[in-house]
């Protein structure tokens, strides 16, 4: 019996303003990542459109998160780096898979909820689709694992429950057809056409929070730019962000748990640890006990060396956009015969005939 193929998978979208937050709880997982697994890394447009766009922003747009994902050093020839869109196989699978999840589940996704916010009636049925789509992004290369942030995760969990489903729905379909995969669901071994994808959301930066305020999660559709560092701002800008960001009067605490109730100080200190690679605890034990205006410049300064390199990089690729858009071509190209082989199988499985 054949095993699902370790893959991964992500996506970012091109809404502008990327940040430090799309940097620590996802990008830089995907450049760890490649090193022992094959990696689809995606450019996801179509999710863009779930809210307006001005067309040619979202081409600036698409450029710069391709940029940002070569910048962080992700291979593009060992890998595979394509923008969405130009793989109609991912929207063909997700009206599929529209048609295999339930009302019910999407009525609880959560970002949904924030995103329409009380307008729900004036909300496009993209947006509230948008985990049907996201579930087809990962599942037309049957992706096994996804690093993505905290934010995600229930959307992943949906992705799961489609995959479920469907192998459930079709399975005698999938065993006609010997399309079946062995794989373990608790403690039994189910056999399937799609893997039940595993998250990765892990590290000290799953959820960066804003930088005036350590309730809401660091976001590009803040108005303020002060909330967030983004990939693109420069050395001043970024160490005058860290100075302003909002805390509290007390100085560090000297044991971890002392970050309780201290939202902003446990955001400054998670930003600091997953940047300089240790632990929270390690950062306690370095600064415990110091002032702010302490750790900020020190905090500062690291953000600088890890983050200037990136946008000075990602300045000179945006700088020559034929090359960016030969890499999505190219990417596109290899992406599209693989969501052309699953498609093949899909049509096969629910009786289409080609
Ligand atoms: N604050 C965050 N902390 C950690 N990870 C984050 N991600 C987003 N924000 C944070 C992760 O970045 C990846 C790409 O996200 P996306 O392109 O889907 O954008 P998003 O989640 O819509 O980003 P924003 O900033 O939150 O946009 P708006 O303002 O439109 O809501 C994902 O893996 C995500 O988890």
Redesign the pocket.
């Known amino acids: 019996m054949s095993q699902f193929t370790p893959l991964v998978f992500?996506g970012?979208?091109p809404?502008g303003n990327l940040?430090l937050?799309?940097y620590?709880?996802?990008i830089r997982k995907f450049v760890a990542l490649q090193a022992t697994n094959n990696c689809i890394y995606c450019v996801v447009d179509l999710?863009a459109i779930t809210v307006p766009q001005d067309p040619k922003e979202l081409s600036r747009s698409i450029r710069e998160v391709t940029a940002a994902f070569l910048a962080s050093g992700i291979d593009p020839k060992k890998h595979i780096v394509f923008n969405q869109s130009r793989v109609p196989q991912h929207a063909e699978l997700a009206w599929i898979f529209n048609c295999i999840a339930r009302m019910g589940w999407l009525s609880r996704m959560t970002q949904f909820k924030e995103?329409a916010g009380k307008d729900r009636e004036n909300a496009s049925v993209g947006l509230f689709a948008y985990p049907t789509l996201m579930a087809a992004d990962i599942l037309v290369y049957r992706g096994t694992h996804v690093p993505?942030?905290?934010?995600?995760k229930q959307h992943l969990e949906l992705a799961r429950d489609i995959a479920q489903k469907f192998n459930n729905d079709f399975s005698d379909r999938i065993a006609e057809l010997g399309l079946g995969v062995e794989m373990a669901v608790g403690d039994t071994t189910v056999n399937g056409y799609f893997p039940l994808t595993e998250p990765i959301i892990e590290g000290s930066?799953?959820?960066?929070?804003s930088l005036r305020d350590g309730l809401k999660?660091?976001?590009?559709?803040?108005p303020s730019d002060l909330s967030r560092i983004n990939l693109t701002d420069d050395a001043d800008t970024i160490a005058k962000k860290i100075r302003k960001a909002k805390t509290d009067i007390e100085p560090l605490p000297s044991e971890e748990e002392g970050l309780e109730a201290r939202p902003e100080a446990d955001n400054l200190v998670g930003i600091y640890a997953a940047l300089a690679d240790i632990s929270r605890a390690q950062v306690i034990r370095d600064f415990g006990g110091q002032q702010f205006s302490q750790f900020k410049p020190a905090l500062a300064d690291l953000a600088v060396a890890k983050l200037a390199p990136i946008a000075d990089e990602m300045r000179r690729l945006v700088g020559d956009p034929a090359h960016i858009d030969a890499v999505l071509k190219d990417g596109g190209e290899r992406a599209g015969a693989i969501a052309e082989k699953t498609m093949g199988d899909v049509r096969d499985i629910l009786g289409m005939l080609r």
């Open positions: 992500s970012v979208q809404t940040h937050g799309n620590l709880g996802a999710h995103k993505v942030g905290d934010d995600q930066a799953t959820r960066v929070m999660k660091m976001s590009k559709s803040d």
